[in-house]
């Protein structure tokens, strides 16, 4: 098992460049989650899916859209980067679905900037 | 919706001393109280977890203790060493409702 994977480990963007940020877990986890963590304000949810075909928003969906097509993948977008969009992104999953009241397994991360 | 709060935001220790992260959250309807550790530039790795019907649980040299009256949770560490060192999260949140603390900066000083 690789667990959940993560690409690209690093990005530099220009302010208005669109990119998707890639996720795949091999786990048959339903649930699947973005984060982004900023210096001294933890994890913040970005979207989450309970299962292919169903998304929704977290706590900070601006600028950012997802989609599940399948139960292992899960790409996040940014529409249009803008500089507050600088930070490091963590996909998890966890075998619930109804939400992450289990082990989350965290990706690796992708860490972004935007000039 | 739940928020968490965590404190302190860093703490240093001795080796050999034990540590202690405190985290309060908002919402009594809470049932599932997580502690993740991240080293610096990796992932964050759940190292206990507790759930509402539990009080205390430990796992070797780590403790978690929940009071759901007064809403707050607490992980204990005893007989630190160095590799502890790490940002250390503590979450809490009941389906898709789930939030994540600041976090705490430990550092164990040989």
């Known amino acids: 098992n690789a667990g959940v994977t993560q690409t690209p480990k690093f990005q530099v963007l220009k302010t208005g460049q669109s990119m998707t940020l890639q996720c795949a877990q091999d786990?048959?986890?339903?649930?699947m989650s973005w984060y982004r963590q900023d210096p001294g304000m933890g994890l913040r949810l970005i979207h989450y899916?309970?299962?292919?075909?169903?998304?929704d928003q977290g706590e900070v969906p601006n600028g950012y859209n997802v989609s599940r097509s399948t139960t292992e993948d899960f790409p996040l977008r940014l529409l249009s980067a803008a500089p507050s969009q600088t930070s490091v992104y963590f996909c998890?999953?966890?075998?619930?679905?109804?939400?992450?009241?289990?082990?989350?397994?965290f990706g690796p991360g992708t860490r972004l900037l935007v000039l | 919706g739940e928020n968490v709060e965590q404190h302190p935001s860093t703490l240093s220790v001795q080796e050999g001393d034990s540590a202690v992260i405190k985290c309060t959250y908002s919402?009594?309807?809470?049932?599932?109280f997580p502690w993740y550790k991240q080293e610096l530039g990796k992932r964050p790795q759940l190292i206990i977890d507790?759930?509402?019907?539990?009080g205390e649980k430990k796992d070797q040299r780590i403790a978690v203790t929940l009071n759901k009256t007064a809403k707050h949770f607490s992980l204990h560490i005893t007989e630190t060493q160095p590799e502890d060192s790490a940002v250390y999260f503590c979450?809490?949140?009941?389906?898709?409702?789930?939030?994540f603390g600041p976090g705490t900066r430990l550092s164990v000083l040989p």
């Open positions: 998890a999953s966890s075998d619930r679905a109804g939400g992450p009241a289990e082990t989350q397994y």
């Open positions: 786990m048959n986890h339903e649930y």
């Open positions: 919402d009594s309807a809470s049932n599932y």
């Open positions: 899916s309970v299962g292919a075909g169903i998304t």
């Open positions: 507790i759930r509402s019907n539990v």
């Open positions: 979450a809490a949140g009941y389906g898709q409702n789930f939030v």
